[in-house]
């Protein structure tokens, strides 16, 4: 039974242990692609939702695409050669998202404001997230936001959060060619995944 056990934990180990050129079973490669596109998804809906919002002309959203399959690019590589070696590719978050749309619309706000303030934020998370004696107070925290409640709810706030900000306008405007058949269809697939 023993022997049993510790090779089923051996298994179960080893399901992200994957090689950059190992071959993968469909059934994982399929998972994974999913996965990535997912994680993707964000990547074509936020900088245009962002650019929308705040009625940015298009080379300016252009740039915010272009900026954000860079960093997200750069990312991935970092995560995956250095950081957790998992083959993900990885996208934006909507948290972030909803702050910067947030304090961007605030009366004293904007983008630079919104852009500077989401800096700092991160630079106090990097240090709160600095192990002391084998603990970070970023880890701790963790621990009690693992729950599929807390995470649901914190999803939902910050779906709540955008709505009223990025709905009005994320459908365009009645002069653009395509309207409103392409984002209709751009905000449907975001929904489905």
């Known amino acids: 039974?023993?022997?049993e056990a510790s090779l089923n934990e051996t298994a179960v180990s080893r399901i992200f242990d994957v090689g950059v050129n190992d071959r993968l079973p469909?059934?994982?490669l399929l998972i994974l692609g999913l996965q990535n596109v997912f994680g993707m998804t964000g990547m074509f809906v936020f900088p245009g939702?962002?650019?929308r919002s705040f009625n940015l002309p298009a080379e300016q959203i252009a740039y915010l695409y272009g900026m954000t399959f860079?960093?997200?690019g750069f990312i991935t590589i970092l995560q995956s050669v250095l950081l957790l070696r998992l083959p993900i590719v990885q996208g934006p978050y909507a948290g972030n998202f909803?702050?910067?749309v947030a304090v961007g619309h605030l009366q004293s706000g904007g983008l630079g404001a919104a852009y500077g303030s989401f800096f700092a934020a991160s630079l106090v998370w990097c240090l709160l997230s600095v192990p002391i004696r084998g603990l970070s107070f970023v880890g701790l925290f963790a621990r009690f936001l693992r729950a599929?409640?807390?995470?649901?709810?914190i999803v939902m706030l910050?779906?709540?959060?955008?709505?009223?900000v990025a709905l009005?306008?994320?459908i365009g405007n009645p002069a653009t060619p395509g309207f409103p058949m392409v984002n209709l269809f751009a905000g449907t697939v975001a929904v489905r995944c």
């Open 26 to 28: 469909l059934g994982q």
């Open 1 to 3: 039974m023993a022997t």
């Open 49 to 51: 939702l962002l650019g």
């Open 98 to 100: 909803a702050a910067l």
């Open 70 to 72: 860079a960093v997200c």
């Open 168 to 170: 009005p306008n994320w």
């Open 148 to 153: 599929p409640i807390i995470s649901g709810i």
């Open 158 to 164: 910050t779906i709540i959060q955008i709505s009223n």
